[in-house]
């Protein structure tokens, strides 16, 4: 089954740590997208990519930064993560054509002490 | 920006009984609407989206309404069952295809009372 896979799905680090989120998809999917969850808060874009030359910042980019290894691939930064990042985080894929739907991956929780 | 209000924050209703989750939009530019479905420990899923050339579409047991004048859409389910029990999110969006300007309602949590 194509799906999106994300790595690590837990992680508890410490203020001031660099932390990378690995997002990786099997529907050959041009669109990529990193989203952050939190409670009452809902959805929030971080960064998204329409293909590996093509980065963009979303509504809440400070703090993160992304790469695009390749079609398939799109990691996420956090160059030196504060508790305030605490949070889960979502990638998400989405194909050509018309259609809006969005394809999560299963999430990766991230808790920053 | 575009704005997404969504309420109720929490709804519980009796098995079999109907569910409304509402939500109103601030940027009349926008012109689709989907509805993301989130069980526990999932992730979220797309259960039915409306584009604004439509002002209702239904699939079995769910629908979805949209006033553009009065910019709100609402999502009805009927006949709940234990398993409509999750967090709904309703999101606007200023063109078809454009992720990229999704905005997120904060989410409703429904709990079906069996």
């Known amino acids: 089954d194509a799906d999106v896979t994300q790595t690590p799905r837990n992680r508890i680090t410490k203020t001031g740590k660099r932390i990378m989120l690995e997002c990786s998809q099997t529907?050959?999917?041009?669109?990529m997208y990193w989203y952050r969850q939190d409670p009452g808060l809902g959805l929030r874009l971080i960064y998204y990519s329409f293909d590996v030359k093509d980065i963009n910042k979303g509504e809440i980019s400070d703090g993160y930064s992304v790469s695009r290894q390749a079609q398939a691939k799109f990691s996420l930064s956090l160059e030196s993560a504060i508790p305030n990042q605490t949070a889960l985080y979502f990638c998400?894929?989405?194909?050509?054509?018309?259609?809006?739907?969005?394809?999560f991956g299963e999430g990766s929780r991230l808790t920053v002490l | 920006g575009e704005n997404v209000e969504q309420h109720p924050s929490t709804l519980s209703v009796q098995e079999g009984d109907s569910a409304v989750i509402k939500c109103t939009y601030s940027?009349?530019?926008?012109?689709?609407f989907p509805w993301y479905k989130q069980e526990l420990g999932k992730r979220p899923q797309l259960i039915i989206d409306?584009?604004?050339?439509?002002g209702e579409k239904k699939d079995q047991r769910i629908a979805v309404t949209l006033n553009k004048t009065a910019k709100h859409f609402s999502l009805h389910i009927t006949e709940t069952q234990p398993e409509d029990s999750a967090v709904y999110f309703c999101a606007a969006s200023p063109s078809n295809f454009g992720n990229e300007k999704l905005t997120f309602g904060t989410g409703t949590r429904l709990t079906i009372i069996p």
């Open positions: 409306i584009r604004s050339n439509v």
């Open positions: 998400a894929t989405r194909g050509q054509g018309n259609t809006g739907e969005l394809f």
């Open positions: 940027d009349s530019a926008s012109n689709y």
């Open positions: 529907k050959g999917h041009d669109r």
